[in-house]
């Protein structure tokens, strides 16, 4: 199907420019965020493994030190880093965050891939440019998640390469066998939902017709291994299990709060739901390859269980894009069909790709100037806070994490740990409110407030006891220190 006509390669050419900038903004931006709690809990994690201590939070023993409510892959890649070199957390979260968006770039591509494996007969001109601009167009919340390396684009980027493994060969080898279970492997220490791709594993091998009935039976055993050990290894630390597992599943399931997720992803998400309408009314049971059926039935498994995930307190419209962007192939389709009605329709996207491109051209070199601009202020604020406050004992969140670390801060608690356990009915939080008063916490350093626990007594110990630190050397910034009241 030649949509674009004449114009194949300026379209093609724009497209991957045009991506190549987008990623390079979307770095840009994570930079300067700097991650956030979800990469920085992890980083807390590869730091203690550097001390030989293999253990997440309790609250009960501790005091709610920084920990992650997911699986610790992320923190075993931050952990991998610092071994070769990337010891300092300043760094470390460079490059962890440069490491995220690679995995989103890779994702992207492969989404590529399966469209164009899935739809043959569309040039991959059309399909670079639609996936271009849907991609850059929708899915802001997802891209968040992607900006601060929660675990969801490495968990569709392994589903996603064992699917065009498997259904892109007639026949597959040992070698395709063992990359496999190696994917399978890594997978499992990265987030509770790859269990996943293992139904998708299973589901593929059972239904593939060329594997001899006792080969089938020895690779879904050993796979069934695989995912056994990984967890063993995953569960080995310390109080893992009681935190991702145990205290997650005491959160609450809002419905009302569901809906309106739900209702805010589509429109968001307007364009692209329509799309999905539109595929939907076309499709035809008896018309679709069995490949198209099998990838749409993992899309329909993936988009629930990313809906139920935004249902828990704590959830967000984060995880119904997270859901809804793998059926961005479908997409393509659609518009492929409409598009086929309209004349001149390749000189429309050139132009849009065109606006995009010069666009992310612009904030890419802004960005620049502003991450140069960060870091050195950064630097000023950490060496500041080091002369005055190092191995001082600190109350932390997330997006302070960095500095308080870099600066040499002895970190006990970090507000989104604690704020885990907030999401449980009824949790005690006297442990936190009685190391307050006791005076167990020399400062306080956040972005924000603590308002949005149920247990506001914590706060107003908080401002009892604490007062703002003032100093005139600090570049202007968005944190709130507070220090004890004489």
């Known amino acids: 199907m030649n949509i674009f006509n004449d114009n194949q390669k300026i379209t093609l050419s724009l497209s991957k420019l045009l991506i190549i900038f987008y990623f390079l903004f979307l770095l840009l931006e994570a930079l300067k965020i700097g991650g956030g709690w979800d990469l ?9 493994l550097l001390k030989g201590q ?21 923190g075993y890649l931050s ?19 440069f490491t995220a ?15 164009h494996y899935l739809y043959p007969n569309i040039h991959k001109s059309f399909i670079w440019s639609i996936l271009a601009i849907l991609y850059i167009t929708h899915f802001s919340q997802y891209k968040s998640y992607m900006l601060e390396f929660k675990p969801d684009t490495v ?18 080898h040992l070698v395709d066998y063992l990359i496999i279970g190696l994917l399978l492997f890594i997978t499992s220490f990265f987030k509770q939902t790859s269990f996943i791709i293992y139904i ?23 796979y069934f291994l695989i995912g056994i050990s990984s967890l063993y290894l995953v569960f080995s630390t310390e109080n893992l299990y009681f935190f991702t597992i145990k205290s997650m599943s005491q959160h609450p399931f809002d419905l009302i709060s569901l809906m309106i997720f739900l209702i805010e992803s589509v429109f968001d998400n307007l364009f692209f739901i329509g799309t999905l309408i539109i595929y939907f009314l076309l499709f035809n049971y008896k018309n679709k390859k069995l490949i198209e059926i099998k990838y749409l039935l993992f899309c329909f498994l993936w988009l629930g269980f990313a809906v139920l995930s935004g ?27 409409l598009f086929e009605f309209i004349k001149k329709i390749d000189l429309s996207v050139i132009c849009i790709l065109s606006f995009l491109l010069f666009r992310f051209l612009l904030l890419s070199g802004r960005g620049t100037f502003e991450y140069i601009q960060k870091v050195k202020k950064d630097f000023e604020i950490i060496n500041i806070l080091e002369s005055e406050f190092k191995d001082e004992n600190a109350f932390v969140d997330g997006s302070t994490y960095i500095i308080a670390k870099s600066a ?15 999401n449980i009915p009824s949790y005690d939080m006297s442990k936190v409110k009685v190391a307050i008063k006791s005076r167990k916490y020399d400062l306080f350093l956040f972005t924000g407030d603590l308002n949005y626990y149920r247990d506001r007594e914590i706060s107003q110990n908080i401002d009892s006891l604490y007062k703002t630190y003032i100093n005139h050397q600090l570049p202007d910034n968005n944190y709130k220190l507070l220090t004890l009241k004489k």
Do not use: W
């Not at 492969?110 to 469209?115: G, S």
């Open 40 to 48: 920085n809990e992890q980083i807390d994690f590869a730091q203690r």
């Open 54 to 74: 293999n253990i997440y939070a309790n609250g009960m023993s501790d005091l709610f030190f920084p920990t992650s409510p997911y699986f610790p892959g992320v």
């Open 79 to 97: 952990f991998f880093y610092s071994t070769i070199g990337f010891k300092d957390v300043y760094l470390n979260n460079g490059v962890m965050l």
């Open 101 to 115: 968006i690679l995995f989103g770039l890779v994702f992207f591509v492969l989404i590529y891939r399966l469209t």
């Open 155 to 172: 968990i569709l980027v392994s589903g996603l390469f064992i699917f065009l493994l498997i259904e892109g060969k007639k026949k597959l």
């Open 200 to 222: 998708l594993t299973f589901l593929l091998i059972i239904i593939k017709n060329d594997i001899a009935l006792k080969h089938r039976i020895y690779i879904l055993f050993s």
């Open 311 to 337: 249902g828990k307190l704590g959830g967000n419209v984060g995880n119904v894009e997270v859901g809804l962007i793998v059926f961005m192939p479908f997409s393509v389709l659609s518009l492929s069909k």
């Open 408 to 422: 040499g801060m002895n970190i006990i608690t970090e507000a989104n740990t604690l704020g885990h356990f907030n």
